[in-house]
C-alpha cells in the first residue's frame, strides 16, 4: 500500500489523473530483467502479460486467460481490482471511471491526462487507446516511469558479455544476413531501419549474452543502414577483442547514452520503425524520419535454414532423453514415496544439465499438480510447493536452451489411477493435438485458420481453453517468437516452410487440474523428405491445384497413454500415435539404461 501511496503522491504532484504501466519493458521483454520487473514490483503479479492501472482511488490488474488464476493468487484484490483482458480492456476500464458520479479530483479546464512511459508503447498499442479514450476525453501524456522515479532499491540494468553464435550452429553469417535485410530496406526506399528487439539484433550479428534469463540475448539497440552497415548502442566493454573481430569494421560500437542524439542526426534520412514493435519514445526521436515499415528480421529470423533445422531436431532428441528420464523417475518415485512440485523441477534441471550443450531453460518450469495445473503459467515457489497426491493430474511444461536450439515441451501424466473423466478430457486435447499434427493446408494459410481443429473435439463437449494453439519459437533466442501463431484471437503471418510452432492444445478445471500436450512442429514443404510417423498419414493426389504445407513434429517424448480412452480414438488417429510412439523409442531408447529403456517400451507400447 506504501507504494501506490507513493506513486499516488507523485500523481497528484504532476497533476496526473492516473499511470498505465505494462508488465513488458522497453525491449518488449516477455520476462524482463529483475530491474524492470515494474509491475511485479508494484502488485506482486509475476505474470509475463499484464497491465496495472493506478487512478487517485482506485487500481486495477489486467490479465489474459492465463494469468487470471495466478493474479488472483498474487495479488491482493482488495487494492487491486482484477480483470481478464479478453472482457475488458485497461482503457475501457478507465473511460468507466470517468463516467462514474465521482471521478478523482481535477482543475477546471484542466481535462483528464492519464500518463504513460512512451518508452514502454508501440505506435499500434497507443493509437488503440487513444480510439477509446480520447472520445471520453481523456488525455494520454507522456512521461519519464513514474514506478521507478519511487523505486527506491531497483537493481542496475544487466550487463553481460557478448558472445558468438558459431557458424556451425547460426547456417548463415552476420555479413550476409546484413546484406539480405539491407537490401529489403533499400527496396523500400528507406535510408536505414530501427531494430529495437534484441531477439533480431542477436540474430542480425550472430552473437548472443545473458541478460535476461531464459532467453540468451543482449538488451540493446541497433540501426542498420542500406549500404550494411550498422551502429550498435551497447557498453563496449561488453564486447571483447574475438566478439569485435567477429562483429567486423561495419558494424560500430556506439555508448546508450549517445542513443538519442544519433537518432535526431537521422533527421533527414528515411528511417524504417515498426509500428508494431518500435516504442513511441523511439519514433519520436526521429521525427518526420521515421516511417512506417516491418523489423525487417522479424520474418527471416523465423524462416530457419536447413543448419538451424537440423540443429533444432538434434536439440529435442537431446531434450527427449532429459524429459524421459524424469518421467520414468517420477513414475518409480511416486509409487514409493511422495515427490514434491520442487523436486520434479530441480531434477529435471540436473537431467539436462548433465549433458555438456545445455545452456540455461528456456523458461521457468511449470510443474504443476493438481489444482496447481489448472494455473495455466504456474511457478512452484517454497510457499506454493506441495507433494503430489494420489488420483491426480501433474502437467510438466518444460524447456531448454541448446547452441542449436530451442525447446519446449508439455506432457500430462497420471499419479495413480486417472478418473474417467480425467481420460475424457485428456483423450479430447490429444485429438486436437494430432488434427494439428496431421493438418495438411494451402500454402498463404494463417494460423488463426487452423486453431479450431486443435478444439473441435473440445467443443463438442461444451469445453474450451483460453490460451493461443500454438506460438512462433526461435533457434537459441526467445521460446515465443513472432510472427507466426496458430489462435482463435488472429494474427495474418502466413505459415510458411522453415517456421517452428507449437501445437499445444489444453484443458483446465479450475480448482482440480489442467491437461495440455505441447510438442514444437516445423512447417515442412512437400519437396521435404516424408516422415509418415510425424506428418499425416493421408495421402494427397499426385495432381494438386495449389501448392500444400504440413507439420513435421520434432518434440520426441511419449505421451501418456495410461489417460486415453482408445475408444474415443479414431483408427487414424490410433496409427498416428502409434506411429509416433515407434519413433520415439527408436531415437531415445539407445541413451537409457536398462530399467528407463523397458519404461520407454511400455509408454511406448501400441494400442
Not at 521483454?29 to 482511488?57: H, I, Q
Not at 498499442?125 to 523505486?151: H, S, T
Not at 517424448?557 to 475408444?567: E, F, G, K, Q
Request: net charge positive.
Amino acid at each position: 500500500m506504501n507504494k501506490l501511496k507513493a506513486l499516488r503522491g507523485t500523481l497528484a504532484k504532476y497533476k496526473l489523473a492516473g499511470f498505465i504501466q505494462p508488465v513488458h519493458d522497453e525491449y518488449r521483454c516477455e520476462y524482463p530483467p529483475a530491474c524492470n520487473r515494474r509491475v511485479e514490483w508494484l502488485t506482486g503479479f509475476s505474470g509475463s502479460a499484464g497491465t496495472a492501472v493506478v487512478l487517485a482511488k482506485k487500481a486495477a490488474l489486467f490479465t489474459d486467460g492465463r494469468y487470471t488464476l495466478q493474479a488472483k493468487n498474487e495479488v491482493d484484490g482488495k487494492i487491486f481490482e482484477q480483470y481478464n483482458s479478453g472482457d475488458k480492456s485497461p482503457e475501457a476500464w478507465i473511460a468507466e471511471q470517468f463516467l462514474l458520479p465521482n471521478p478523482p479530483p481535477r482543475r477546471a479546464g484542466e481535462g483528464i491526462r492519464i500518463a504513460y512511459d512512451p518508452k514502454l508503447y508501440t505506435q499500434h498499442m497507443l493509437r488503440r487507446m487513444q480510439a477509446v479514450l480520447e472520445k471520453k476525453g481523456v488525455k494520454l501524456v507522456p512521461v519519464a516511469n513514474l514506478v521507478d522515479a519511487i523505486w527506491a532499491d531497483r537493481l542496475d540494468a544487466p550487463a553481460s558479455a557478448l558472445f558468438i553464435h558459431m557458424m556451425k550452429y547460426a547456417g548463415e553469417s552476420s555479413l550476409s544476413k546484413r546484406k539480405r535485410m539491407a537490401k529489403e530496406i533499400k527496396e523500400v526506399g528507406a535510408d536505414a531501419a530501427l531494430i529495437t528487439s534484441p531477439e533480431s539484433i542477436c540474430w542480425l550479428l550472430n552473437v548472443r549474452a545473458s541478460d535476461v534469463v531464459g532467453t540468451p540475448i543482449a538488451l540493446c539497440t541497433a540501426i542498420l543502414g542500406a549500404n550494411a552497415k550498422l551502429q550498435l548502442y551497447i557498453a563496449r566493454e561488453r564486447c571483447d577483442a574475438y566478439v569485435r573481430t567477429h562483429l567486423g569494421k561495419d558494424v560500430e560500437l556506439r555508448e546508450p547514452a549517445k542513443l538519442e542524439a544519433g537518432l535526431k542526426a537521422l533527421k533527414s534520412r528515411r528511417v524504417l520503425c515498426d509500428p508494431a514493435a518500435v516504442p513511441v519514445w523511439f519514433t519520436q526521436a526521429l521525427g518526420k524520419a521515421a516511417v512506417d515499415g516491418q523489423d525487417p528480421c522479424g520474418l527471416a529470423k523465423a524462416l530457419k535454414n536447413p543448419v538451424e533445422l537440423q540443429g533444432i531436431r538434434n536439440a529435442h532428441i537431446r531434450d527427449g532423453v532429459a524429459v524421459a528420464k524424469l518421467l520414468c523417475w517420477l513414475d518409480r518415485e511416486v509409487a514409493k514415496h511422495s515427490v514434491s512440485e520442487m523436486e520434479i523441477c530441480d531434477k529435471l534441471l540436473a537431467l539436462r544439465a548433465s549433458h555438456p550443450l545445455f545452456v540455461e531453460p528456456s523458461f521457468p518450469t511449470i510443474s504443476g499438480s493438481g489444482a496447481h495445473g489448472a494455473i495455466v503459467h504456474y511457478r512452484v515457489s517454497k510457499e506454493s510447493n506441495r507433494a503430489l497426491k494420489k488420483g491426480e493430474l501433474m502437467l510438466l511444461d518444460s524447456g531448454g536452451q541448446y547452441p542449436d536450439g530451442t525447446t519446449d515441451i508439455t506432457r500430462t501424466v497420471p499419479v495413480g489411477e486417472p478418473t474417467p473423466e480425467h481420460k475424457d478430457r485428456f483423450t479430447r486435447v490429444l485429438k486436437g493435438h494430432i488434427a494439428i499434427a496431421t493438418a495438411r493446408f494451402p500454402k498463404g494459410t494463417v494460423g488463426s485458420q487452423l486453431d479450431a481443429l486443435a478444439r473441435q473435439y473440445l467443443w463438442q463437449a461444451g469445453l474450451d481453453y483460453d490460451h493461443g494453439t500454438g506460438h512462433g519459437v526461435g533457434h537459441f533466442l526467445s521460446v515465443h517468437e513472432g510472427p507466426q501463431r496458430i489462435s482463435k484471437r488472429g494474427g495474418d503471418a502466413k505459415l510458411m516452410p522453415g517456421m517452428i510452432v507449437s501445437n499445444e492444445p489444453g484443458y483446465y478445471k479450475a480448482g482440480e487440474y489442467g491437461i495440455r500436450i505441447e510438442s514444437l512442429v516445423i512447417v515442412a514443404a512437400p519437396s521435404l523428405p516424408p516422415t509418415p510417423r510425424l506428418r499425416g498419414t493421408q495421402t494427397l493426389p499426385r495432381k494438386r491445384e495449389r501448392e500444400y504445407l504440413s507439420f513435421e513434429t520434432v518434440t520426441c517424448v511419449p505421451i501418456d497413454t495410461r489417460l486415453v480412452d482408445d475408444a474415443l480414438l479414431t483408427a487414424a488417429e490410433r496409427q498416428w500415435l502409434n506411429g509416433y510412439h515407434a519413433w520415439v523409442f527408436e531415437k531415445l531408447s539407445e541413451s537409457l539404461d536398462g530399467f528407463e529403456r523397458e519404461w520407454l517400451k511400455e509408454r511406448c507400447k501400441a494400442m
